[in-house]
């Protein structure tokens, strides 16, 4: 209950008016700061051609250059550009673990619908199969796929989306087992409302919340999945850039000229802790408590 | 069906729940009639099997339970535990209706009022587009909801208690079922505020000519409300007859215990 509460009265009761004002919580800020460095994320995805100053993918003699006004993080082994391999290599990166993060919440959201609506032998036969993919390291499940299927673009978000649905459908589970034994789900039930309604349209939505925060932190983990996976060199092929790639082409030149491996490292790490900004903004928001 | 001013006839009807560890017998083989146009009430303890008795009727079990029927619920010829379970949801909310207890937790918190009465009113009626709405409204102005166009598009929350039990029993009564079954409708409401729902429930039934199935604790609210009652103990019901009749002479012990345990104004007390 204290969930949907906390959605519904979001703008108000929790932060006391200082003086006149309203004064904003931490996890008001937290969530502006979220946005905010989600907006620049999305801006330089969206508009990479048109931000970067070069060809991510042209050579040049003047390899390994130093910062200068032409190449502002200096070029890389083969003379390339690396601030536009940066932004066009964020582009792969983050499609991947968007598309991959959506896959995984699908399948979670449908999973864990099931799962905890139903019950009894569905519940267990569909949490059993799921603990056994839970119980693998993600990255030697993530290794062993690619390396069965094959490095790939298609593969690699399968592999990824496959490894954190698990985690995906128990937070969707979770709170559905309370939901579902909630009055309103019962009254609804007395005037004849389908099953398949009961959960999307008296279940669902107030399972929202959690759902929302932890698909938040799974995109800032998924982040940094496909970028070890890529520097492993399981990621895209070359010669088209992505984060992970680079770091592991710039890694046997960092001592003559760090900035090729400090470049992607940051725009990572920057990645990363977009999500778990966001995450812990909406946790505080949302009113979401220790869900997970 | 021999007689057809029954609408209901239950016959032996039991109901063993099964939990995880145990096994209830929650109702013993219970039979009762109901009449069309009559209202009867079902009084025990808590715990007496009086709400499993309802939900038998309406074959809805307990979340985190199975429940296993046996005997007969004669509705209207048709025998309810033999019906499959998609004959069973056209017919709950549209022949057979029901209140609960708690107006609080009993609406959906996330939809509107009125998207909540449309949802049933597209579910078992004929009505489309701007009909269902204009149905809506009148039905929350006949529970006597104040300037019920705005108030339909308002949550939940924006309700007192009593505003929701009346929402709640607009919803029951969408679809003119033949039988409403109302548990502990007043038990979480203000007393102030029981007796509006109870007056409310009294004129639409005189009105639509519906049965009311009225299951309670309180003896006060079956005096004024029903004319046949039955006492409930121990998932048996231990004793039946007209209201006048079972309060001016209980036949069975427990029946006297539970009208002892409502404070009286007449009878002196003693001091303690």
New interface residues.
């Given amino acids: 209950m204290s969930t949907v509460r906390a959605m519904v009265d979001t703008a108000g009761s929790q932060n006391p008016p200082a003086d006149k004002r309203q004064r904003l919580t931490n996890g008001q800020l937290l969530l502006g700061l979220g946005i905010a460095m989600l907006a620049v994320l999305i801006i330089v995805t969206v508009f990479a051609p048109l931000i970067a100053p070069f060809d991510p993918s042209k050579t040049s003699p003047n390899s390994l250059a130093g910062p200068s006004a032409q190449h502002w993080l200096g070029t890389d082994s083969i003379g390339r550009d690396v601030l536009s391999r940066l932004i066009v290599g964020g582009r792969t990166t983050l499609l991947i673990t968007a598309v991959a993060v959506f896959l995984a919440l699908a399948a979670g959201l449908v999973l864990g619908l099931l799962s905890g609506y139903l019950g009894g032998m569905v519940d267990e036969i569909i949490m059993r199969v799921l603990d056994v993919v839970f119980a693998f390291p993600v990255f030697l499940l993530a290794i062993a796929v690619v390396a069965a299927l094959g490095p790939t673009v298609p593969n690699l978000i399968l592999t990824i989306a496959i490894v954190y649905t698990p985690a995906m459908a128990r937070v969707v589970r979770g709170p559905v087992l309370s939901v579902k034994e909630w009055d309103h789900v019962e009254a609804a039930r007395s005037v004849g409302v389908s099953e398949l309604r009961l959960v999307l349209r008296h279940v669902l939505p107030m399972v929202i919340s959690p759902i929302v925060v932890a698909t938040s932190l799974t995109l800032s983990h998924t982040i940094f999945t496909v970028t070890a996976l890529s520097f492993l060199g399981l990621g895209p092929p070359p010669p088209d850039p992505n984060w992970g790639g680079m770091l592991s082409e710039a890694r046997q030149f960092m001592e003559l000229a760090p900035l090729t491996v400090v470049g992607p490292a940051t725009a990572i790490v920057f990645a990363t802790l977009t999500f778990i900004v966001l995450a812990n903004g909406l946790r505080e928001v949302l009113d979401v408590g220790s869900w997970r | 069906m021999s007689d057809p001013t029954l609408i209901l006839r239950v016959r032996n009807l039991t109901a063993r729940i099964a939990t995880r560890k145990e096994e209830i017998h929650a109702v013993r083989g219970i039979s009762f009639d109901i009449a069309a146009g009559e209202a009867v009430g079902f009084v025990g303890e808590s715990g007496c099997g009086k709400s499993v008795t309802a939900r038998a009727i ?1 074959r ?1 079990a ?3 339970t199975s429940i296993a029927l046996g005997g007969s619920v004669d509705f209207m010829g048709q025998d309810l535990l033999q019906l499959d379970e998609k004959a069973m ?6 022949r057979i ?2 209140v ?1 207890q ?1 107006p609080m ?7 509107t009022i009125g998207s909540q009465i449309d ?2 009113v597209r ?2 009626t004929e009505l489309r587009g701007r009909a269902i709405r204009q149905r809506t409204v009148e039905l929350l102005n006949l529970v006597g909801i104040p300037n019920p166009e705005r108030r339909a598009d308002n ?1 939940p ?1 924006q309700f007192s208690g009593g505003m929701r039990q009346r929402v ?1 029993i607009a ?2 009564i ?1 679809c003119d079922p033949d039988l409403l079954i109302a548990d502990e409708p007043t038990t979480a409401l203000d007393v102030t505020v029981q007796a509006q729902i109870l007056r409310l429930l009294m004129r639409l039934r005189e009105e639509r000519g519906m049965s009311l199935m009225l299951i309670t604790h309180d003896f006060g609210v079956v005096a004024g409300m029903v004319e046949r009652v039955n006492v409930m103990y121990r998932g048996e019901i231990v004793e039946s007859g007209s209201v006048e009749r079972v309060f001016a002479e209980p036949a069975h012990e427990y029946t006297r215990a539970l009208l002892h345990a409502v404070p009286r104004l007449d009878t002196a007390g003693r001091v303690l």
Avoid: Y
Avoid at chain 2, 89 to 94: A, H, I, K, M, T
Avoid at chain 2, 105 to 111: A, E, Q, Y
């Fill in positions: 309406m809805l307990p979340e985190g949801r056209d017919l709950r909310g549209r209706a029901m609960f708690d937790t009993s609406l959906n918190p996330v939809m949802d049933i579910r078992h949550h929350h709640l919803i029951a969408s």
